[in-house]
């Protein structure tokens, strides 16, 4: 069985690294906001580009926590992907805030920069990207956009931790950025964890103390809080892991390469970049008509296959007075999508089966 993705192996090559850090943890008896996470997040700002970066417990807390900072609230618009994970659009609602969504670019299955103009309106506060699969959106229309009606541009990196556009990270591409650790992204620890990065010296300051109860220092709290904070050992294996990320994401994008040059199915859409260092392929995506024919083949023959995602945000039960809205090249996405197992750990002799069974003719 070719695993969609093989987490144990991935971790067990750090093995008596990451033994060794979470025995110096215990050994030093601070679990919380110590020198570890002082140390990762020095280390993943540097990484990024940006001038600060800051631990919380999750992606969709950082998201969450840069919207609280920004004071966005009750009646303002935020403008998101209709294409995305629902935690883009769950960060937005959680603070009162209006999604205004935008339909993507099919072949890119990230927001359409073209599409953006007309739904900004008086109640526009921020626009977010979302660099789905691991692929940077192309910004430089967005850039424009942000500078002209003078909105905050909103990054969700979860899946694109290393991408590069234009010579500059994801996380450093907008005024905030929010990044998750959950174990399965390209960087990933061994629970959940995420980071908030940015080059804005005030709301970095401010993001620092709502996530820890809102307070400035010890039992003096300014703002009203969250407890969302990045623990020591998660931090500890992150730091370990983050000096591997670049020689992950090339792996990767062998793999991409090798797939997009050799799955040749006229039944399958081979996903596109626009250039190779924008795309750190968290996920590669084909699409087909066949797709539930496609993927059940495909577990015939011993390859798990996921689908991100069966039902956009805008059909999901949560957001019942949005169900009947229409974003067809979104659901299209959705009802044709298939990813394929990729990771920095996969085998030639695993991509050519999948290729191999992928080009063979399905009865
Ligand atoms: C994973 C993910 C998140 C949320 O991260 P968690 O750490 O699971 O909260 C947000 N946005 C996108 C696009 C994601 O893939």
Redesign the pocket.
């Known amino acids: 069985m070719i695993k969609f993705l093989d987490l144990e192996k991935i971790n067990n090559r750090f093995r008596k690294e990451i033994d060794e850090k979470i025995a110096e943890v215990l050994d030093k008896g601070w679990y919380i906001l110590g020198n570890q996470n002082e140390k990762f997040t020095a280390d993943f700002a540097d990484f990024c580009g940006t001038k600060h970066c800051i631990g919380v417990a ?4 950082a ?1 969450n926590i840069i919207i609280k900072a920004y004071g966005f609230s009750q009646g303002d618009e935020i403008i998101v992907p209709a294409n ?2 629902i ?2 659009i769950l960060a937005i609602t959680q603070n009162g805030c209006t999604p205004v969504l935008v339909e993507p670019d099919i072949k890119t299955y990230n927001i359409n920069p073209d599409l953006i103009e007309e739904k900004i309106t008086s109640k526009t506060k921020a626009i977010m990207v ?1 660099h ?1 699969y691991g692929q940077a959106v192309p910004m430089e229309k967005i850039w424009e956009l942000a500078k002209k009606y003078n909105l905050k541009i909103i990054e ?1 990196s ?2 694109a931790h290393g991408a590069i556009y234009q010579g500059k990270r994801c996380g450093n591409l907008g005024d905030a950025s ?1 990044f ?3 174990p399965g ?1 390209n960087l990933g620890c061994l629970g ?1 964890g ?1 980071c908030i990065t940015t080059n804005d010296d005030e709301l970095a300051a401010k993001i620092k103390a709502i996530r820890n109860y809102g307070s400035d220092y010890k039992y003096h709290n300014i703002y009203k809080g969250v407890n969302s904070r990045l623990d020591e050992i998660q931090a500890a294996v992150l730091d370990i892991k983050l000096k591997y990320l670049d020689k992950d994401n090339s792996h990767r994008r062998q793999i991409a390469k090798y797939y997009r040059e050799n799955i040749k199915n006229p039944a399958v859409i081979l996903p596109e970049t626009y250039d190779e260092n924008a795309h750190v392929w968290h996920i590669f995506a084909i699409r087909t008509k066949e797709r539930d024919r496609l993927q059940e083949y495909l577990k015939e023959n011993g390859i798990e296959t996921l689908i991100h995602y069966p039902i956009p945000p805008h059909k999901q039960d949560c957001y019942k007075e949005w169900n009947n809205l229409s974003f067809p090249l979104t659901e299209e996405i959705h009802n044709t999508i298939l990813s394929l197992p990729i990771s920095p750990v996969m085998t030639d002799e695993e991509v050519e089966k999948i290729i191999k069974i992928i080009n063979t003719k399905m009865e």
């Not at 999750?58 to 807390?61: E, V």
Request: aromatic share 14%; glycine share 14%.
């Open positions: 999750n992606g969709l807390d998201l995305t994970y935690a883009s979302v789905l969700d979860a899946q929010g998750s650790f959950y992204k959940d995420g």
